[in-house]
């Protein structure tokens, strides 16, 4: 422990103003300004479309097990979306992103306009969450690629966790307004005006000026681009390891998203209000998630970060399971939604620094395979655990599988930390040292050598 005298109280403004100013450097690029700005009411209108679907489903079978085959046909696709990342490896990604988003608009005008005019039935949500979810596995690997595209590696932990605020952001007012919405007009006009929404992200997207690209690999066929992706990660111990436990928490903590509604309905005995309330309660501690995440400014503790977020979250989960009130509810939920912030942005730099430039397309696809594609089961799996043994404990099950889960990457983190510290010492190399931080700053620095 540092035994200096504190810095007077102008010392500690200017660090305070230097902190803010550091939690928000990506933004000093235009391109990432004009992709986080445009995407952010998307955002918002994506978060109302989720919960509203989740609404309608749920009135209109009154079924855990419906909520969970929707939740599959959304999610489901994503299994295939180290296709999606060979596809980012070999197109302009921008260009890509552009037709996603239009796609996806057009999907929500489908599902609004058979809302609205009275015939919808489950399997037409059905049907469009599975064509949501096909748009989204290329979607998510053009993202997620994209992003050091608009502000290179050494912005990259700040560009994802800003990212994940504006995300978390929608989360927050999305559900809501959701929540208002659902009440006063029904579920047709949260899908209509999601599909609004989309223009504002194809605005920024358009805006974007990036330096023509280096020609993409394309001397090989996408079979053998798939094939070389599949043994890239296969062969990387430390991707190995992130990928694995990403997947397993990622089927074991799906089951609350599943099943809210059958704990705003018959646990907590609300209405959609309350599951919006819900939701927003989560999007807020996964706000809290990113915005810690943004004031980091190097890869130290990353692979710890990972391991204690899980344990953190899974106890929570466990506790919000058998909360007796919506306020203890909604207290659990923040601390989940905080946890699950820190766990998948931490995996997703992790991913990303070690990741080869030439591959980062394809390992994205396995992130987005894992993160959402893996998803689908952990739907199933609420549908059904939700029937036989209610939700209370499925979600409590979950939880503890994540528990061992996290037990078992801590014992894996070797390869994890020996590359996350070969980059780090070769930043260190390449970068000046600074000259005006504190021996003794909380700040992670750059070229920090300790373990990651």
């Known amino acids: 422990m540092s035994t200096a005298p504190p810095p007077p109280a102008s010392t500690s403004g200017s660090g305070i103003l230097a902190r803010i ?5 990506a933004l000093r690029h235009r391109n990432f300004r004009l992709f986080l700005s445009g995407q952010f009411l998307s955002l918002i209108g994506t978060w109302v479309q989720t919960v509203a679907q989740a609404w309608l489903v749920y009135r209109l079978s009154g079924s855990s097990v419906m909520l969970g085959l929707v939740g599959f046909a959304t999610q489901a696709p994503y299994l295939l979306a180290p296709i999606g990342g060979v596809l980012a490896d070999r197109m302009n990604r921008r260009k890509l992103l552009i037709l996603t988003q239009s796609l996806s608009a057009v999907q929500a005008l489908i599902l609004a306009a058979l809302t609205l005019s009275g015939v919808v039935q489950v399997w037409h949500v059905f049907v469009l ?3 949501l979810g096909f748009i989204g596995l290329f979607d998510i690997t053009a993202r997620q690629s994209f992003v050091v595209e608009m502000v290179g590696k050494q912005d990259l ?21 959701a929540g208002l919405l659902l009440a006063a007009v029904g579920e047709g006009w949260c899908f209509l005006i999601n599909s ?30 798939l ?13 190995r390891a992130l990928l694995v436990n990403l997947g397993i928490v990622s089927v074991m903590n799906y089951p609350v998203i599943v099943l ?5 309905d018959r646990i907590l005995s609300g209405g959609p209000r309350t599951l919006g309330i819900l939701m927003s309660s989560f999007g807020v501690g996964a706000l809290i998630g990113a ?10 503790g990353l692979s710890r970060t990972i391991v204690r977020a899980t344990v953190i979250y899974s106890v929570a989960l466990i506790a919000f399971a058998f909360a007796p ?18 766990q998948v942005a931490s995996t997703n730099t992790g991913l990303q620094t070690i990741s080869e430039d030439n591959f980062r397309g394809r390992v994205m696809g396995f992130y987005g395979m894992m993160f959402l594609g893996l998803a689908p089961i952990g739907s199933l799996l609420a549908g059904w655990l939700g029937d036989w043994i209610g939700a209370r404990y499925t979600v409590a099950f979950g939880a503890v599988v994540c528990i061992f889960a996290a037990a078992l990457f801590n014992r894996q983190r070797v390869p994890v930390v020996a590359a996350l510290r070969q980059i780090m010492e070769g930043t260190a190399r390449m970068m000046p040292a600074p000259v005006d931080t504190p021996v003794d700053s909380p700040v992670d620095a750059p070229g920090s050598t300790s373990t990651p």
């Open 291 to 300: 915005v810690y995440m943004a004031t980091r400014t190097g890869l130290r």
């Open 157 to 177: 932990m700040n560009a994802i966790a800003l990212n994940s605020t504006a995300f978390n952001l929608g989360r927050i007012v999305g559900p809501s307004v």
């Open 196 to 225: 609004g929404s989309f223009f504002s992200v194809i605005a920024g997207l358009a805006l974007i000026r990036i330096p023509v690209p280096a020609p993409r690999e394309r001397s090989h066929s996408h079979f053998d681009q």
């Open 260 to 264: 809210m509604p059958i704990f705003a």
């Open 325 to 342: 009130n919506i306020p203890l509810a909604c207290l659990f939920l923040v601390i989940v939604g905080f946890g699950i912030m820190l």
């Open 21 to 25: 100013r550091l939690s928000a450097r």
């Open 129 to 131: 969450a599975l064509l």
């Open 227 to 239: 094939r070389q992706g599949i043994r890239y990660v296969r062969h990387s111990a430390p991707l």
